[in-house]
Every structure is written in C-alpha cells, then in structure tokens.
C-alpha cells in the first residue's frame, strides 16, 4: 500500500501480492495540489491503483493510504497471517503537511549546522562537493530557488513526518486492540537519507551519512527486547532475510542480504555477533543531476573511503568515530596511507564481485536540472596537492 515507483512510472500491481494499492511516480500529497504551487487539478491527477483499477484520491495521501491499511487489516480473520507494506509518500519533497501540522514548528531553529565555503575547503574536501552548494542540489541554490531556506524547508520536513507518526500510531492501535500487536513483527525504516545543508548541500544521493543512513526500528513485544539501540551495521538488502528467518523461512541463495534476526533478538548487546565488516555504497551517474558524480564508498563501523568516477578530484576518508560530521578528509594524511590502500583494495574486490564496475549508461529522462547560481559561493579551487609549483616536475 503505497509507493511502488521501481519500474518508471507505473502503478500496475506487481507480482507476489494479493492486494495492491499504489500511484504513479511520485504521486501527490493532496488530489488538488493545495498547500503547495504545484496545482494539480484533479482531471489531470491520475489518482490511485486499486487493484488494478482507476480510483481518485479524496484527502491527504498519509491519512488516506493509512484508511487504506486498517480496512485491509480489519478485513482479516485474526488468526490469519499476514505481510503488510505500507510506502507512504511522505516524507518526499516538497513537503507539505497535513492542514492540523502546518505551522508547527514555525519557531524552531534548523538543528543542522550549515558549514562555510572556507570550512569545506579547509577540510579537503573535493571540487565537485564545495561547487555544488550553488547547484540544485546545494544549500545556496536549492531546488534552483535563488531565495532558498533550509532552516524553512526543514520544518516542513518535520511537520510532514507528524502524519507519519499519526499512521504508526493508529496502525499499533488497531493490532493491540485486535490482539495481534503480541504476534506482529513492526518495522520502520527510510529508504535514504537527507541533507539539509550537511556539507552545504540539500537532497541525497552522496555518500555522507546525512544521505546514505537511514533509521531503521524493530519492534516486536516478547521477541526483541526493547530500549536500545544497536551499533551494528545492516543494509536495505537485509530486511527480507531477517523477516523470512523470524518467520521460520530462511531465505534462498539467490538473495544477496544476510539475516540480523540473531543481533536484534540477543539477550545482551555482548552477545551480539556482527554479520558484516563492511558496506559497500553505490551512486551512478545521472544526466538529470549532473551536478553529483558516479561514487562509491566502504563504510566500516569506524572509517569510510569515498571514490568518485570520471573526475579530476581527490578520494575521501573519513574518521567516522572523531570526525562523524565528515568534515576532515584524511585521504593524504600520511599516518593513514596503509587503511587508504586497504580500504582501496576492499572496494575493488567488492565491485568485482558485485558487477558494479560495470557503470550503466542511463537513458535520459524527465527535466535536467544543469543551472547553478553565479555570484554566491565562489568556485573551489583546484585541489592544493595536485598542483606542482612553477619549475618543478613530478
């Protein structure tokens, strides 16, 4: 219930399940477009895919899939096992809250420190991250709006997630009034990050923490034990092998995640054995956003190494643990040449086996969104140590 949008553009259920309630692309937060000034008539909006057929959607798209959601649960017998998706559109920009949430934080500051163009260059970081704060996908230039405010387009971040946290709550409400709630394994996770002004830029599709980690919950009363938080790391590819485990299923070879049943379930985080050293991040090359390279990363507990394809700009390493704002780039530090080289190796081995170094050439679509913003951030310089001085020769 919700969104699909893998495939382009259709909403046609999919295999593999019996009900099915989605729309197309992004689809919108309300039927009319009001609250935002993207208006969309209702003749032009192509609704919602009820099981294969055309039906318009009447209020907010939260509430509504929500609606959708507890019909769908009360139309089961209780004894019956069930898996339930629910995609909600929210949060994906623009934001736009609910009428009750509009205005509610209307006061509150931006909780995210925006760093200056001097603090970037000071910490080494690449040409292509400190030139794309004027770009679309930049803090100064954001969604190419010259009067841009990230403190503003956070708060209706937030106030859009209020919705969110209405539809878990009315979802656990109806499994613990049905009895249900002691046998059902809830899980909450994003599907990416986001960036409001981390690094000076806004959206996702970096390798930073702020785009590549999301949050992601368990909650399962009498099976996991509650109040914690684990410091482990998991990818999206591991959610379906942890549920098929929890329900007594171990998944096939043909899956490329592995189960955290055991980590999530231990009596004590000392008990807890790591299913992964490492994880690999992958982001390619989109003519739609030129303004953000192909790069991939390996991310340990401790430290990640960022590579970028196909520019004249320097790698990235970070020390997550004293450096978790990422803002120090140790990629020429002496002291860390050997983890460089053995983090370098890793990621070599990684995409050899993962068919990653075979880039994909995609297909343009959509708008293009090349502008960027003359006369507020100035255009980084030329990486200090790649420049050999008048005379010399290396």
């Known amino acids: 219930i919700g969104k699909w949008h893998m495939g382009g553009e259709i909403d046609d259920p999919q295999r593999g399940f019996d009900h099915w309630i989605s729309f197309k692309g992004q689809g919108t937060y309300w039927p009319d477009g009001h609250g935002t000034t993207r208006v969309v008539p209702q003749t032009s909006y192509e609704g919602l895919n009820v099981n294969g057929r055309r039906v318009p959607q009447h209020g907010y798209i939260t509430d509504e899939l929500t609606d959708y959601a507890l019909n769908w649960l009360k139309s089961l017998p209780k004894e019956q096992p069930f898996f339930l998706y629910v995609s909600h559109k929210a949060v994906h920009a623009d934001f736009v809250p609910a009428d009750r949430h509009r205005g509610r934080y209307d006061d509150e500051p931006l909780p995210i420190r925006i760093p200056s163009v001097q603090e970037l260059e000071d910490g080494g970081l690449p040409i292509w991250v400190r030139n794309q704060r004027n770009s679309r996908h930049g803090a100064d230039f954001g969604y190419n709006l010259a009067e841009f405010d990230p403190a503003v387009y956070y708060r209706r971040y937030c106030e859009s997630l209020l919705a969110v946290d209405d539809s878990v709550g009315r979802l656990l409400n109806h499994l613990e009034q049905s009895g249900q709630l002691q046998n059902t394994i809830f899980v909450y996770m994003g599907d990416n990050g986001f960036q409001f002004g981390d690094h000076g830029l806004i959206d996702k599709r970096t390798a930073y923490e702020a785009s590549a980690r999301v949050p992601l919950l368990f909650f399962a009363p009498g099976r996991i034990p509650g109040n914690r938080r684990i410091q482990e790391l998991v990818a999206n590819i591991d959610i379906a092998p942890t549920l098929l485990v929890a329900a007594g299923a171990p998944g096939g070879p043909q899956m490329d995640g592995q189960s955290f049943w055991n980590i999530i379930t231990a009596s004590s985080t000392d008990a807890i054995k790591p299913i992964r050293s490492h994880l690999l991040y992958e982001y390619y090359w989109e003519r739609n956003y030129p303004h953000t390279p192909t790069v991939h990363a390996v991310i340990t507990k401790d430290w990640k190494y960022v590579r970028c394809h196909g520019l004249w700009d320097v ?44 880039l994909p050439l995609l297909e343009d679509r959509g708008n293009t969104y090349p502008l960027r913003l003359h006369g507020k951030s100035p255009q980084a310089p030329f990486p200090p140590q790649f420049i050999v001085p008048e005379g010399q020769r290396r």
């Open 315 to 358: 790698d990235e390493l970070y020390d997550l643990a004293g450096d978790p704002s990422e803002l120090r780039n140790l990629i020429h530090d002496p002291q860390q040449q050997e983890r460089v080289e053995a983090l370098n190796g890793a990621l070599w081995q990684i995409l050899s086996v993962s068919h990653g170094l075979e």
